[in-house]
């Protein structure tokens, strides 16, 4: 198994010369490959090296691993992969257990209900904001005893940032009308409201009979903008993030609890 701990001090200890073959011996499973050493130039350097016969898969990515290190630690960076890590190392500490997420579910389809089934059967449609809502949308509308359909709109919000920029760029649009119909927003996170504010007001030129927004996570402390979260599931405190469809660059979206990622994990330094 490649030791990456043994990579970062080899580089912090070899930043000028530095023996790909000998390393490897140390941090490899001998049977993975054999090398024959020789001296090669480069850019008028002479460095030793070795030449590999590839004797099984894990060789390859064990090299591209080892010289992607090595750059790294030539550049000042920090060698950590915290891709091999269990995730929940990722997090600083879960602020909201699975079984805590579930029972305040079933409290707003509860309230959902309650507020929606006087209303016509055919005329509630839930729309989803890709990707964040997802995870909480099925969990919530399986809880619901409603005649209702369902939508979804992606817009970009954050990237591969921490921080929303608040304007709206509809990547995927509703599929049908909305236009006298009862319309329930929801959202994985409310922080400044300036994404959401802006959405609403595209749903709204679009002449819902009414315009309602259930958000499983609320930032108060973080708000910028004047928007009114109809159903909240819980207010949190301004952390980043992740987990039961939140995520950071795209992971941790699958993960049954909540919790604040380490601040290691997305800061650049």
Same mark, same amino acid.
């Given at each position: 198994m ?7 001090d080899?580089f912090?200890?070899?930043? #000028?010369? *530095?023996?790909?073959?000998e390393e490897?011996?140390?941090?490899m499973?001998?049977e ?7 001296l090669?130039?480069e850019?008028?350097t002479k ?5 590999y ?6 060789? +390859?990515?064990?090299?591209r691993v ?14 950590v992969?915290y891709?091999?890590a269990? &995730?929940?190392? *990722?997090?600083a500490?879960?602020?909201l257990? =699975? ?18 089934q006087?209303?016509? +059967?055919?005329?509630?449609v839930?729309?989803?904001i890709?990707?964040? #809502?997802?995870?909480f949308?099925?969990?919530l509308?399986?809880?619901?005893p409603?005649?209702?359909? $369902?939508?979804f ?20 649009d509703?599929?049908e009308?909305i ?7 929801? =959202? ?8 959401l504010q802006? &959405?609403?007001d595209? &749903?709204k +030129? ?6 309602a927004?259930?958000?499983l ?11 009114a ?6 207010e $949190?405190?301004? =952390? ?6 939140l995520?950071? +660059?795209? *992971?941790?979206? *699958?993960?049954p609890?909540?919790?604040?990622l380490k ?7």
């Amino acid at each position: 198994m490649l030791n990456l701990k043994r990579l970062k001090d080899f580089f912090s200890r070899n930043k #000028a010369e *530095h023996s790909i073959a000998e390393e490897l011996k140390q941090i490899m499973p001998d049977e993975d490959y054999k090398s024959d050493s020789n001296l090669s130039e480069e850019s008028g350097t002479k460095e030793k090296k070795n030449k590999y016969k590839k004797k099984s898969p894990l060789y +390859a990515g064990a090299r591209r691993v080892f010289v992607d290190l090595y750059r790294i630690t030539q550049l000042g960076g920090e060698c950590v992969d915290y891709s091999q890590a269990p &995730l929940s190392e *990722h997090l600083a500490k879960i602020i909201l257990p =699975e079984a805590e997420i579930m029972r305040r579910v079933g409290e707003l389809a509860g309230q959902i209900t309650a507020s929606y089934q006087a209303q016509s +059967a055919a005329d509630l449609v839930v729309v989803g904001i890709l990707r964040g #809502a997802v995870v909480f949308m099925s969990d919530l509308i399986r809880r619901l005893p409603l005649p209702l359909t $369902i939508d979804f709109m992606a817009i970009s919000s954050y990237g591969g940032s921490t921080e929303s920029s608040g304007a709206v760029r509809i990547l995927k649009d509703i599929s049908e009308s909305i236009e006298g119909k009862h319309v329930l927003v929801v =959202e994985d996170i409310v922080d400044t409201g300036l994404t959401l504010q802006n &959405l609403l007001d595209v &749903l709204k +030129a679009r002449k819902p009979l009414s315009l309602a927004v259930c958000a499983l996570l609320n930032k108060p402390s973080r708000r910028k903008a004047k928007v009114a979260v109809d159903y909240c599931g819980f207010e $949190i405190p301004d =952390e980043f993030v992740v987990g039961y469809g939140l995520d950071f +660059a795209g *992971h941790y979206r *699958h993960l049954p609890y909540i919790g604040v990622l380490k601040p290691e994990i997305y800061e650049v330094t």
